[in-house]
């Protein structure tokens, strides 16, 4: 369900369920990785109202977990 509304938002997969090697800790059923341009456009994904529509059919089917982080400087 992370899918919907990533490309109107600017926001492109890095990884989303492939191949998971663990270093340490309980291993997740499926991982998504997504960057975006900015923490602002991460922000307008996450509360727009499309994904919104999703959050209801995501609940049901997943133990999601969340996190946007800013990244470094290049």
Known sequence: Y???GVPPTDGH???RGGQVYI?????PKR???VQWQSLE???AFYESEAYKR???IRDKSSNFR???IE???K
């Open 2 to 4: 992370i899918a919907v």
């Open 13 to 15: 997969f890095i990884a």
């Open 23 to 27: 270093v340490n800790g309980a291993p």
């Open 31 to 33: 991982i998504a990785i």
């Open 41 to 43: 456009k991460a922000k």
């Open 54 to 56: 999703v959050i209801p």
């Open 66 to 68: 969340a996190y946007v």
């Open 71 to 73: 990244g470094v400087a």
